[in-house]
């Protein structure tokens, strides 16, 4: 089941105090999250891996000189197991790795490669001199250092890796003919130092990795949480609580963006500023909490009048609204007021028992409509104006009808009934 965002804030805290903590805790994150850590972290790792599996190939090759200048009359054989055996079984694991398996499958095949080059070592210098003896031992501590501090493998992979070249390695001395009692148990005292010390190693790394992916995403967490209510609190300063439509100060933010945008592509604007009729009666009549309630009928009423997603609409002020139509004519402008003139009249208000000798106290909605062709050099409030001009008109006209102020045309002074 999907965390909620703040258990996953809690859960992120408590493993970083956790992995924070100076003693040795368990790498293992919980399922969500160790999931989450794979698959941001793995698409690197596999490209780092098989970039040091190269050179891995590449330095187990560069022995052959070794082997050349102290192996002279084994040099071919040694050859043969190196180049011919080892090398394309290690370059086949790089390749795959490469690909991005799974992480089981990533960690497996080098540690795979890891038994190959021990194995192989083991098997060159075995039982030909002291030289040798030596060397395949001090091979061991070299490919678990490698393995683990360099590759860095899953710790449980690398313990794994780190016990069987241990073992190998006391196997190895222990039938070996060339060394003498306290040279073995020198070389299997560095070979056991050299494993716990790659396996703290090893931990450390992986702790700071793991540790690092944790404080990464406890801090897009931080952020994501601080966006979201930097979001929230836009909306609620943008927002009229009562309607839930937009706000004034909204509505000029976003006027003077519509306006902006109609300057530089030469389109046309259109206003339309609505006022309920006979608000004051109504609340005088009803109460505050009807007249609030008739506000919200307006308020959806007009939000479902609209054309298209770039129409805006916002609270003006009392009872007074305002809708802002980017690229309509004066034609589709005045069709959309006629629209929410006959919405609010057919839908009446809000239920309530009115006093059947106050008929005009019912809600209707006064509009004036105006159109402008915004330019440079041209005030964006004059078209509002004159939407305003339009809507004292259809009031004085007798209220519950469209009056339109004209199309101001970019080249015309603005004024009242100019086309």
């Known amino acids: 089941m999907a965390l909620s965002s703040i258990e996953s804030g809690e859960l992120v805290a408590k493993e970083v105090a956790r992995l924070e903590s100076g003693t040795f805790r368990w790498l293992r994150l919980p399922a969500g999250l160790e999931q989450r850590y794979e698959e941001v972290t793995a698409p690197v790792r596999a490209r780092r891996m098989w970039l040091e599996g190269l050179f891995c190939v590449l330095i187990y090759n560069s022995f052959l000189l070794c082997d050349f200048l102290l192996f002279p009359r084994e040099f071919f054989h040694f ?25 089981q499958v990533r960690e497996s095949l080098i540690l795979f490669a890891c038994a190959i080059c021990a194995v192989s070592t083991l098997y060159l210098y075995s039982n030909i001199n002291a030289v ?13 250092l490698f393995t683990n501090a360099g590759i860095r493998l899953k710790l449980l992979y690398a313990t794994a890796s780190t016990a069987m070249c241990v073992t190998l390695g006391i196997g190895y001395v222990g039938v070996d003919r060339w060394l003498s009692g306290p040279q ?59 309607t839930r439509l937009s706000n004034r100060r909204h509505f000029e933010e976003v006027y003077r963006l519509v306006w902006d945008q109609a300057v530089l592509r030469s389109t046309c604007v259109s206003v339309l500023m609505i006022d309920i009729d006979n608000f004051k009666l109504l609340n005088d009549t009803y109460g505050h909490a009807y007249g609030d309630a008739v506000l919200r009928r307006v308020a959806t009423l007009l939000g479902e009048s609209l054309r298209v997603r770039g129409d805006f609409v916002a609270r003006y002020g009392g009872e007074e609204f305002v809708v802002v139509l980017p690229s309509c004519s004066v034609e589709a402008a005045t069709m959309v007021a006629e629209r929410i003139r006959k919405l609010v009249e057919i839908a009446g208000s809000p239920a309530t028992d009115p006093d059947p000798n106050i008929k005009h106290a019912w809600s209707t909605v006064s509009c004036g409509v105006a159109t402008g062709w915004p330019r440079n050099g041209v005030e964006r409030e004059e078209l509002i104006r004159l939407a305003d001009s339009a809507l004292y008109q259809a009031k004085a006209e007798g209220r519950n009808r469209v009056c ?11 004024a009242p009934g100019s086309l």
Request: hydrophobic share 50%; glycine share 4%; charged share 20%.
């Open 184 to 242: 073995k148990v020198e070389s299997l005292t560095i070979l056991l130092a050299g494993a716990v010390l790659s396996l703290i190693t090893n931990y450390g790394v992986e702790r700071g990795e793991r540790l690092n992916f944790l404080l990464r995403l406890r801090s897009e967490m931080q952020s994501e949480e601080l966006a979201e209510a930097n979001h929230h609190l836009r909306q609620i300063s943008n927002e009229d609580r009562l």
């Open 79 to 103: 050859f043969i197991v190196r180049v011919c055996l080892a090398t394309p079984l290690g370059l086949l694991v790089v390749w795959k790795v490469k690909s991005s398996p799974s992480r």
């Open 132 to 144: 040798s003896s030596a060397f395949a031992v001090t091979d061991l501590l070299l490919i678990m």
């Open 404 to 414: 339109v102020a004209g199309e101001v045309l970019a080249s015309a002074t603005f």
